[in-house]
């Protein structure tokens, strides 16, 4: 759920109520009983974020944060802050592979904001050292090994 700001043009996208998002069946959707989930969220929903993670039925690991990267223009002011980071938590049910044997992801990185609500390539690059079937719900464009 996201309030427009007065000068903000509508989205090109649909957008779901707190209550809305916490009643996908998410958990369903889930192939194999030992997965991993990446849940994207902002400040303002980190709390709820992870409630609604455990509510989905997943046990919450740990929370990553993309520094979104700027040229000259700015990030979303907010008083004396720049909001330019979003965040994404980590689930699991089951015992997933939580220790590979390869290169490690770092929970934090660094890229350049790309459109509204799209989320960089690195990150889902990064992700594809990890074994098994792939799906992104809210997905802005079609990428390799993800449904």
């Not at 459109?115 to 098994?132: N, Q, T, V």
Request: hydrophobic share 40%.
């Amino acid at each position: 759920m996201r309030r427009r700001r007065p000068n903000q043009k509508s989205m090109d996208y649909k957008t779901m109520t707190l209550d809305e998002i916490r009643g996908l069946k998410i958990r369903q959707w889930a192939d194999d009983e030992d997965c991993l989930i990446f849940m994207w969220t902002i400040q303002k929903y980190l709390y709820e974020s992870k409630e609604i993670l455990e509510g989905w039925g997943f046990n919450y690991l740990v929370t990553g944060v993309w520094e979104k990267t700027y040229g000259r223009s700015a990030g979303m002011p907010l008083y004396v802050f720049l909001w330019n980071a979003e965040f994404y938590l980590v689930g699991y049910t089951g015992r997933p592979p939580l220790f590979p044997k390869r290169k490690l992801i770092p929970l934090a990185f660094s890229a350049p904001n790309v459109r509204h609500s799209e989320k960089p390539d690195i990150f889902y690059d990064r992700l594809l050292m990890l074994d098994g079937p792939r799906i992104d719900i809210f997905a802005r464009k079609e990428r390799a090994g993800w449904e």
